[in-house]
């Protein structure tokens, strides 16, 4: 079993790397990108059989350790 | 004298610069290495000195909140005990809790690398009580993750708190934005005034032979 955590900085905090690929892509014509935020992906194989568990195990780590949620949110995504 | 326990993790890189100002100073240092689980006996100050701790992975200071000695750390602080974060420090003790707020990448992504003018907010408290209110201290800085950040209910508290003590600015003393910092925000301390972070190095500014020696009276505060 696989965990996919997605961190990405909360909406309302500035984001500056997600900003200087925005001026990347307008500098290079490409139309119609209205935003761009950047973000990290850790993928965790786990040993367990257990989606409850798995999904308990990595929303406690993402709290205490993979994202710093005073300027980030994170999601969880369980694949088989 | 003053004895004062400088803590390494791998990557640390300006803990010998920590210990010779402070033995400059008159102090006695130790270095404390991260897998140690205890601090030294009978020491007046704990430095969190700068650097990369665990090369920056995952975020500035992620990883080292977990090394052993901070435990140790945190008990010190909530006992009274005085911890001053430089740098990787500060980045270390906001990761911790020890402190309030994050620090992100600087807003124009450099690296910046520089001497600094900043203004004393705050001096009310043991790291800035040799500086004057307003004073302009000019201080090097070098950080890619300086960008303090705190949301508008934690300003407030730390604007009531007085926990605000430096701010980058012009030789003016007008506030200047330097790394995209809330309100340019350069040091704070913790409610109870005895822990301090800053990402300016006043290690670095105690010879004015080489540019300045402004640090030493922020690092005699905490001495005194």
Known sequence: ?80 | MKSIAILQFPGTNCDLDTKYAFEKLGCKTQIVWHKETTLPKDIDLVVIAGGFSYGDYLRAGAIAKFSPIMRAVIEYADRGGKVLGICNGFQILTEVGLLEGALKRNVNLHFISKFQTLKVINNNNDFLKKCQKDEILNIPIAHADGNYYINDSGYKKLEENGQILLQYSNRRGEREIVNGSVNSIAGICNKNRNVFGLMPHPERAIESILGSSDGVKMLEGLIA
Request: charged share 30%; hydrophobic share 45%.
């Open chain 1, 1 to 80: 079993m696989r965990a996919i955590v997605n961190i990405f900085l909360k909406e309302g905090v500035l984001d500056p790397q997600g900003k200087a690929i925005h001026h990347a892509l307008d500098a290079m014509n490409f139309e119609g990108v209205e935003d761009v935020r950047m973000g990290k992906q850790i993928v965790l194989k786990l040993s367990t059989t257990s989606k409850e568990k798995a999904l308990e195990e990595v929303e406690k780590m993402a709290q205490e350790i993979l994202a710093n949620t005073v300027i980030e949110d994170y999601t969880i995504e369980i694949v088989e």
